[in-house]
């Protein structure tokens, strides 16, 4: 029964995340209810032994960390690693867009966007907004119209007669979400100024400055299947892994130092301020080890468990997958393996892995992509790029990735969260 409490508090992680600020808010909330202290990084910050604590970067990104010992040199960390941010469609600047007596919204595609699967969706709109207060302040607010306000209708197939022989989607003419006819007033600023009326009443606003918005299906996650088999769920690539991730570090007892880190941007390359190939990661490490030796020993000693969604064997599609390494859903997490690095692991990270995922007697499978197709990527090898820790790159088998609606194991998740609280009180690594 405790996983499906577990899957019931994922869901509605997944419902309460519609953008990256909403998913590192929703982990800030959870951190802040179970007692960790939120550092800030204009601050000086006092550490001490059996602390926990978290900090953020751009409300997108999120560094959370317990110090039951103080001496990371001799202890290291063991860190878990994912990424809150998703494919999706985002609005432009100049976002309003009046045409042929419809009132729409000029959007641009961030990430590896599935176009197809947006249309005839039930779309709302979510982000950050930054604005002017009338008392000279400038503030930033998220903001959830968590009702459906938009839709991207289809072409219908008498105008599109070859459509089922080949489809592809224009991201400039033919993905605009329509909100209303023309016959109705509608000015975008006014919408968004009325949202932050409503949302935070308090609010005295002279000015909106600027905004981070994207659409999001309204669908919720839900448990699928027959047998309810199946987590159905838009982001689950990768706050999947991050809700994960964050119950594991809960659980984390107070014998060795444990480490989250959520970064956003992976889908577009992870550079950014608050990206996993920019210096967030390692500036808190740093703060907490300002030796440089000590640091470089802290390092050595520590290992990353990168998790980020994999490929699950299509029935549909088998013969996109090498045959000898093809997860199935359901029957445990998948160690990544490229020659070319495009994932961390190497033989000593999954050994370990391995070894803990077999103390809780959890299975493991494995994926390496067909030789004669391209593989992706993930913050696995930008982390150990940048900092030098020992990392293993893992992911839940998932269907339909960057899709709208992706489809993952509701027995996987629960079973990664054990082995990952597992991982996090291990005590030896590796013996030289």
Known sequence: MEHLTFNDELLSFLQASPTPFHATDSMRSA???????????????????????????????????????????????????????????????NAQVDRFGYHQLGVEVYGGVLLHTWLDRDLSIAGRITLKTKSGDIVSRLVDFKEPIAVVPNLAIHLNRGVNDGFSVNPQEEILPILCGAENEFDLHQLLKNQLESQYPELAIDTLLDFELSL?????????????????????????SCFVGLKALLAAPDVRPSLLICTDHEEIGSLSACGANGPFLDDVLRRLSPNPEQYVQAIQRSMLVSADNAHALHPNYANKHDKHHAPAI???????????????????????????????????????????MACGSTIGPITSGEIGVPTIDIGLPTFGMHSIRELAGSHDAYGLYKVLARFNQRDKLITR
């Open 216 to 240: 999001y299906d309204t669908q919720p996650a839900a448990l699928v299947g027959l047998h309810k088999e199946y987590i159905c769920s838009a982001r689950l690539d990768n706050l999947l």
């Open 330 to 372: 359901n029957k445990g997490a998948v160690i990544k393996v490229n020659a070319n690095q495009r994932y961390a692991t190497n033989s000593e990270t999954a050994s370990i892995y391995r070894d803990v995922a077999a103390e809780e007697n959890y299975d493991v499978q494995c994926f390496v992509v067909r030789s004669d």
């Open 31 to 93: 951190l802040l209810s179970e007692g960790f202290v939120e550092l800030f990084e204009e601050d000086d910050w006092v550490i001490e032994e059996g602390g926990r604590y978290f900090v953020t970067r751009n409300e997108s990104s999120l560094v959370a960390f317990t110090t039951p010992q103080l001496n990371f040199s001799q202890t290291g960390w063991r860190m878990v690693g994912a990424h809150t941010d998703s494919p999706c469609l985002k609005l432009k600047p």
